[in-house]
């Protein structure tokens, strides 16, 4: 069975990674995506489980309480964290799962899992960034200001990642993303079991 992967993609908000992700997703077999839980208000368009499930602080502090996340954090003044046991689930049966987080989340999943592999997207330029942050209207003056002082620290972190895909142009941004998940099947570290097999049947 080929090792299974946790690959943690990060980039600061308006990069475009959900975008890159859900293209990504269509043409990839069998990734997993995990579904953090989170304390933020829902969003116009948001829908309960797609990427998050939304629960109140008291709730998401039980989580915490029973050991239940992998990583959490709090952002802008909400909790969000990553559930530990479909990751686990994941990771056992040698499948692949894909995790977005925030830098902090990206530090301290690499600090259990040495092994996950770490994508950032970046945005081409700040000036793109601000744009497309206003542009999306959903976020008052003070959170957008609020998402762009977040994005100037997460950019100043791009280095710790081991890749990093830039979202200029977005088809290439995926085409850049499909292309590190297909490598990373095929490093050694992943396929170790096929020369094993090979030699057991000579
Ligand atoms: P947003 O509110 O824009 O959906 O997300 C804000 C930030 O939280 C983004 O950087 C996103 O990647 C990050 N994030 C989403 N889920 C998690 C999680 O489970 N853990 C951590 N640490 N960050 C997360």
Redesign the pocket.
Known sequence: MSKGRLLI?????GSG??TILKKAFERLDGVKF?I???T?PM?PGEVEGE??NFVSVECFEEMIKKGQ?L???N??G?Y????KAPVEKVIKEGGEII????????R?IKNMIDSAVSIFIMPPSFEVLKQRLSGRGTDPDEVINK?ME?ALA?IACAKEYDYIVVNDNLEEAVDDFINIVKSDRLCIERQNYLVDEVLKKC
Do not use: A, F, Q
């Open positions: 993609v990060s980039g600061p908000s990674k959900d995990s953090s839980t989170i933020r969003r990427k998050y996340l990583e959490y954090n952002y802008i909400n969000y964290g990553t559930p995790v977005e987080v925030d830098v902090n989340g990206h301290n998402r977040s997460e």
